[in-house]
Nanobody, 124 residues
Framework: QVHLVESGGGLVQAGGSLRLSCAAS????????VGWFRQAPGKEREFVSL????????SYQDSVKGRFTISRDNAKNTVYLQMNSLKPEDTAVYYC?????????????????WGQGTQVTVSS
């Protein structure tokens, strides 16, 4: 079991940037595929981005392509989500999650351990 802690959320104006971090415990972090999801009030949790074991595989939701960048530092057991050109519709609680295979998946049910989430609020 891996323990995940998200950080980096906050309040930002539209057009601004934030960098979220997902810090993980465990020595086998490099073998996990890590995903970012978000959930806005009254909406279902949705896929945002994913990065494979060694960072060679990445995937993004269409609405964040070109604005968000996912990366990982396995030496620090951390995955980052750089979010630029933020829009009010990006407002949500952002969660990171892991799965043990290296396949692209965009459904929350494909992922096992989850963090507690970090709030991102983008004002217009």
């Amino acid at each position: 079991q891996v323990h995940l802690v998200e950080s980096g959320g906050g309040l930002v104006q539209a057009g601004g940037s934030l960098r979220l971090s997902c810090a993980a415990s465990g020595r086998t972090f490099s073998l996990y595929t890590v995903g970012w999801f978000r959930q806005a009030p009254g909406k279902e949790r949705e896929f945002v981005s994913l990065i494979g074991w060694r960072g060679g595989t990445t995937s993004y939701q269409d609405s964040v392509k070109g604005r968000f960048t996912i990366s990982r530092d396995n030496a620090k057991n951390t995955v980052y989500l750089q979010m630029n050109s933020l829009k009010p519709e990006d407002t949500a609680v952002y969660y990171c999650a892991v799965k043990t295979d290296n396949l692209v998946a965009t459904t929350a049910s494909s992922f096992g351990s989850w963090g507690q989430g970090t709030q991102v609020t983008v004002s217009s």
